[in-house]
Structures are given as C-alpha cells and as structure tokens.
C-alpha cells in the first residue's frame, strides 16, 4: 500500500490536472460508468464533530475507494485545520486497500476544479469579472481554479470578517488582478459574470433580484442539510446544473427550493456529466441565468486520490508500506 501525506498530495495535484480527471469523473457518472454510493454524515456527540464518509466506484477506469472524515471546530487552537479527510482507495479487483491519502488539501482543489468545469461549461465565454461570496479556505481554491478556465480581470468579494476578506484580496492582487472588497452581497452579485458562494450560511445570502441576466452562479457551500446561500426564487428562476440530483435536493443548495416546492428533479436541465459528455445542452443563451449546484461527489475524491498516486509513482514521492 502507497500511504501520501498532505505534503506530498500538495506538490502532486496541480489545479489543472485535478480539472481534468474530476471532469472524466462527471461524465463517467453520466454514461453510467461511476455511481456515487449513499453519503453518511453523522454529528458525533463529541469534540462537537461532524463525520462523514464518501465513497463510490467508477467501472470505466477502474477506481473504488472511499473518503472518511468531517469537520472539528476545535482544530484551529491545536493548529490544525477544522476540516480533517483522508481517501482509501481499493483495488477494484481484489478489494485489498492500496492507497491511503491524505485529502485536506485535495478537497479543496477538488471542489475549485468541479466549480472550473460547471464555468467552463456554463459561463458566458466572455466572462471576465468574478464575484465571491465567502472568503475561507474553500475561495482561494475557487479563484484559481477559475482562473484557468475563463479570462478573468477583476474580482469582487464579500465576507463577515474583514480580515478574511482582506486576505482573499492580497492573493487576488498577487495574481495580477483587480480586487474589490465589497459591503454587501447586492454589490458582488451585481457586478458579476460568474459568481460563487462558498460560506457555510444557513440562510439566503443572493436574493433573486440582485442577478443580472447572463450570470452564471456555482453555488458551493451548501453541502449539508440547513445550508443555503441563495433565495430559492433564485434557484427557481435559473437553469440548474447539478452534480449530482440526489444529493442537490437534500444537502445542496437545492435542498430548500424542494422543500418551498418550487423544483423538482425533473426542473433541473442535467448534470454537469451530462453536459461534458455532450447528453444535453449547457447554456442556452447570453441572458439566461445558469446555476452549478456543487454538492462535492466521492467520485470527485477518488479521481484526485487516484491522480496523487499515479503521479507519486512517476515522481517516486510517497511512502510503500507493507499491508
Ligand atoms: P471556512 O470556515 O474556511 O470559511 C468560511 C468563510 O465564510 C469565512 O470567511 C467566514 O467568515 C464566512 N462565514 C462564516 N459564516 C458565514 C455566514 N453565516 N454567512 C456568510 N459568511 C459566513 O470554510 P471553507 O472551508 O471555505 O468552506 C466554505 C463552505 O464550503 C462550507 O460550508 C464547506 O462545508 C463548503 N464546502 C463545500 C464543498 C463542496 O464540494 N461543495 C467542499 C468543501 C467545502
């Protein structure tokens, strides 16, 4: 067994590569090659911690394997992140675990490269101003990952803290852009090509009249039942891409639009697997509103997990252990 630490998993997995095989991912779960297998998200009763484990199989590659782990509010002060995750890859065809991988780093890539695919397939081609909402860990992510699939010149960011915000700015600046640190949530969406909400909001940060026709929105942060960033007239009105349906109706963004009974699944326009492998149509015109709902799938875990050891071979990093 191959066991790879955060640090090997970082210098590993560029945007761009975790870009490309989080895209075949998409589209082998739309050909009905991959299956996400029911979530388990857990509130433990201890350290007042959130558990989770991801897990799925993609036939066409082969890859099978979990992602375990979750949320410690208490990390921060023992220096460590809140968000804790490792992937356990098996071989598909024997069941013997072959790889143990530290995800921290590659969850975050991992959800700025399925939030790159929904704009590079989504997005006006012409968009060149991006709004982000919510300024933690997840938008640096965001940012580059955007930055490689649309020709983005200035951002515009909103967030409670101001010293998040600020930070946010600095790595936008270094990146040669223009950065607007905004006072309201109208003003980023306002202004924005594409936007991306990425906070753990439990209620409607975008109301619906705030979005200028042609926008087109990756909603990120809710990824849990209770989470909400946008107006569910928003996501009523929109043409909604998701990741994958069972998921957006219940910890998605989705999720509250369903129960105000305003979507269905038969309202949303496809998957974003869909619409890579050319199953249905994207976006239909300069001025409809277009929405990613980004709920994060194991086979997204995987197709990085699987990408950090294949690269770790090439690159001999990594340590083997006998198992
Ligand atoms: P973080 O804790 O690092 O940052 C969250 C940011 O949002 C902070 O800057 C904070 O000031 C701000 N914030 C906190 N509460 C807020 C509120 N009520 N309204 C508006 N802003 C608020 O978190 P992160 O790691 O950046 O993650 C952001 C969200 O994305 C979380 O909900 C996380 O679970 C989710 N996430 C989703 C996926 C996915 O695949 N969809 C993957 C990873 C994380």
Redesign the pocket.
């Given at each position: 067994m191959i066991v790879i630490s955060e640090q090997d998993a970082r210098a590993l997995v560029s945007v761009e590569d975790a870009i490309a095989v989080v895209e075949n991912a998409f589209a082998a779960m739309a050909r009905q090659q991959a299956r996400n297998y029911p979530v388990v998200r857990e509130v433990l009763g201890y350290r007042d911690a959130v558990f989770g484990v991801k897990t799925g199989c993609d036939t066409a590659l082969p890859l099978l394997g979990l992602k375990a782990g979750g949320?410690w509010p208490g990390n921060l002060g023992a220096g460590l992140g809140?968000?804790q995750s490792s992937t356990l890859l098996f071989d598909p065809d024997t069941g013997r675990a072959s790889a143990l991988v530290s995800a921290n780093y590659l969850?975050?890539v991992?959800?700025g490269a399925?939030s790159a695919i929904a704009t590079r397939y989504l997005a006006r081609a012409d968009s060149s101003v991006l709004g982000i909402?919510?300024?933690?860990?997840?938008?640096q992510y965001q940012l580059r990952a955007t930055l490689a699939v649309r020709p983005i010149r200035s951002v515009h960011a909103w967030?409670?803290?101001a010293d998040?915000?600020a930070a946010l700015g600095r790595v936008v600046e270094q990146l040669g852009l223009a950065f607007t640190a905004e006072s309201s949530c109208e003003a980023v969406a306002g202004k924005a090509d594409v936007l991306i909400t990425?906070?753990?909001?439990?209620?409607a940060?975008v109301q619906a009249s705030w979005v200028r026709p042609g926008t087109h929105i990756n909603a990120?942060?809710?990824?849990?039942r209770g989470?909400q960033?946008l107006d569910p007239l928003l996501v009523a009105q929109a043409a909604v891409f998701v990741d994958e349906a069972a998921q957006a109706l219940t910890i998605?963004e989705c999720q509250h639009a369903f129960e105000a009974g305003l979507v269905t699944e038969r309202s949303f326009r496809g998957s974003i697997g869909e619409v890579i492998a050319g199953l249905c149509q994207g976006r239909r015109s300069a001025s409809e509103i277009t929405l990613f709902d980004?709920?994060?799938?194991a086979l997204?875990d995987l197709a990085v997990a699987d990408l950090a050891v294949r690269m770790a071979a090439r690159r001999q990093l990594g340590s083997v252990v006998a198992y």
């Open positions: 949320y809140n968000h969850t975050a991992r959800t399925a909402i919510g300024a933690g860990v997840q938008s967030n409670p803290s998040n915000l990425v906070t753990p909001s439990k209620q940060l990120m942060g809710a990824d849990t989470k960033e998605g980004g709920t994060g799938v997204q």
